[in-house]
């Protein structure tokens, strides 16, 4: 099982980037992916989480994050994706992807059972 992140970098605010997190091992189906942030000297913080089932898929965001960020996946890719609008400065971290093997929600990090690397965001005032 791999989860590959990818789609950091450097953007100004009110800018845009896209996250992908390429799965590998497993399909979707019958999981749930998270999006995690993590910046300097703070916890890490579940901020998005699509949970895909038989009855099909539903989205969750933190508070900070609804109506600028998107969280989608691509079945055919077997991955999901963030997309972030509306960029802040206080959303600079690095974000992880993970993967929990059944498809509830949870913005736990201890309810994850497999994480990728990390991604980088940082946007500049």
């Known amino acids: 099982v791999q989860l590959q992140a990818s789609g950091g970098g450097l953007v100004q605010t009110g800018g845009s980037l896209r996250l992908s997190c390429a799965v590998s091992?497993?399909?979707?189906?019958?999981?749930?992916i998270g999006w995690f942030r993590q910046a300097p000297g703070r916890e890490r913080e579940g901020v998005s989480c699509?949970?895909?089932?038989?009855?099909?898929?539903?989205?969750y965001y933190t508070d900070s994050i609804k109506g600028r960020f998107t969280i989608s996946r691509d079945n055919a890719k077997n991955t999901v994706y963030l997309q972030m609008n509306s960029l802040k400065p206080e959303d600079t971290a690095v974000y992880f992807c993970?993967?929990?093997?059944?498809?509830?929600?949870?913005?736990?990090?201890?309810?994850?059972?497999?994480w990728g690397q990390g991604t980088l965001v940082t946007v500049s005032s």
């Open positions: 993970a993967a929990r093997s059944n498809p509830f929600y949870s913005t736990r990090a201890g309810a994850y059972d497999y």
């Open positions: 091992g497993f399909t979707l189906d019958h999981h749930a």
């Open positions: 699509i949970t895909i089932s038989s009855s099909g898929s539903n989205t």
